[in-house]
């Protein structure tokens, strides 16, 4: 989910990624992956924006990939073949820290072949370059700092002098779930608000799945209708009454049909309101 998350906020504030990585604030639109005969299971984790100009392509890791410089050169010549006169940047940026040597490769090479392309690790990052602008907000407390918490704390100040609600509410989201990278789910839930990240559109996906599984399981019996109106809420409801159980999420999981990572999500954006 961690990589969806970063889709999420590349797609819905990309001038900020834009000033971030290439150094302006330009209009980026989504380059569906199919225009490149993309496979659909390699285009999941694809994220490229274009402008008139030029190609943005990003891959967000939470783990090393020794593949990723073959995909990056695979890319690369997919995007010349569609579109030959645009400028192509291809960033790859890895949010975990680790030791592997694999975060430091930015070449392909081969006899003859030799492909190079941009490797950020967030952890090397100065936290004041993601504190400048909301879409960058979620990033912050992956940033170079010792202090994670100190930087959560700082980035909720941030969130909160959003006016925007909407956006306040997906910036609140996005940041609980990718600070689950470093931080224990305790130190967020007491930090991020949870009433604010209940109107995300991550937390109504959740919903959205819940209400989808339960229409599935309602045209089986005939009561479509009345299977989905409780569904999403009993899911969440089934998945608050686990937490309190201490049950692994993997269990918790099997039992609900969400994900580690939504139930992650859950825990912190539910469990505040019940110890206020």
Known sequence: MFDNICKFLVENFSSDFATWLLGES???TELSPKELSLE???ADALI???SEQS???LEFQTQVDAEIPFRMI???LRVYRRFPDKAMHQVVIYLKQTNSNLVQQNTFTIAGTRHEFAVIRLWEQPTEVFLRTPGLLPLAVLSSTIEPEVILNEVAREINAITELRTQSNIAASTAILAGLVLEK????RVLRSDIMRESAIYQDILQEGKAEGKAEGKAEGKAEGKAEGKAEA???VARNLFSTGMPLEQIGRVTGLSIEQLQYLQVSESRDSNQ
């Open 26 to 28: 330009i209009n980026l």
């Open 40 to 42: 659909p299971i390699r």
């Open 235 to 237: 899911l969440l409801e």
């Open 74 to 76: 695979d890319y690369r």
């Open 186 to 189: 305790e130190v967020i839930k």
């Open 48 to 50: 490229l924006l274009q």
């Open 55 to 57: 190609i943005l392509h």
